[in-house]
């Protein structure tokens, strides 16, 4: 059972985490916290890494109630998903900003940005948030859930350290050098969402004919 459970948390992690790209996230947020002091920076880092468990956590475990809500298949979500995740990757390799204008503007001016922007969109977006819907449509035991509520809070902690610990990678990459490594890791999200789109591709063609792909 242990063996089991690690296996899908740790699945569940290295799943989510480019998607989320919290490395991708921390010059956003130290852009957004630089007239602020130390003690701020560690609290809204905290705060962060709690509403994104929360947000996770709470599309994990509504994930069948909702798709049953909308009608939506398991194969539908995953190229939706995958789309999306798309969207963000291309982003990515293309050096968009993650942000808007608007978006940006209003954050700066914001007491607390732990749940927007950081939380969301950032970090747990629609990528994200398809993500674990897929994880519940396709979990059929209870310790699946329990594997993947794991592996986000496993996420969470890496959040956490990613943006209280990110001022020297800051400091020794500067802006070129995470720019540089966003977009290697773009390449690897590009690639991940690829893989959704195609398995839902799949998964629809087995329900439409499913003598087909056997």
């Known amino acids: 059972m242990w063996q089991q459970l690690t296996s899908v948390a740790i699945g569940t992690f290295l799943t989510l985490f480019p998607v989320t790209n919290p490395v991708?996230?921390?010059?956003?947020?130290?852009?957004?916290?630089?007239?602020?002091?130390?003690?701020?920076?560690?609290?809204?880092?905290?705060?962060?890494a709690i509403n994104v468990v929360l947000v996770l956590g709470v599309f994990l475990l509504a994930g069948r109630e909702i798709l049953s809500f909308f009608g939506i298949s398991l194969g539908v979500l995953r190229i939706a998903g995958g789309l999306l995740i798309a969207h963000t990757a291309w982003e990515?390799?293309?050096?968009?900003?993650?942000?808007?204008?608007?978006?940006?503007?209003?954050?700066?001016?914001?007491?607390?940005?732990?749940?927007?922007?950081?939380?969301?969109?950032?970090?747990?977006?629609?990528?994200?948030i398809g993500v674990v819907i897929g994880f519940a449509a396709s979990n059929s035991r209870w310790i699946d859930d329990v594997g993947c509520l794991l592996g986000i809070v496993l996420l969470g902690v890496t959040i956490y350290l990613c943006l209280a610990l990110g001022e020297p990678l800051v400091g020794v990459l500067g802006k070129n050098g995470l720019g540089a490594l966003n977009r290697v890791l773009g390449f690897f999200i590009l690639a991940i969402a690829v893989q959704f789109v195609a398995d839902g591709i799949v998964f629809l063609l087995r329900e439409a004919a499913p003598n087909l792909l056997r």
């Open 92 to 128: 990515m390799v293309t050096a968009r900003q993650r942000l808007t204008r608007p978006e940006s503007d209003e954050a700066i001016d914001k007491e607390d940005i732990s749940f927007t922007p950081m939380a969301i969109p950032m970090i747990s977006g629609p990528g994200a």
């Open 24 to 48: 991708g996230a921390i010059p956003i947020f130290y852009g957004l916290t630089a007239v602020n002091t130390k003690l701020y920076r560690l609290r809204q880092a905290r705060q962060t």
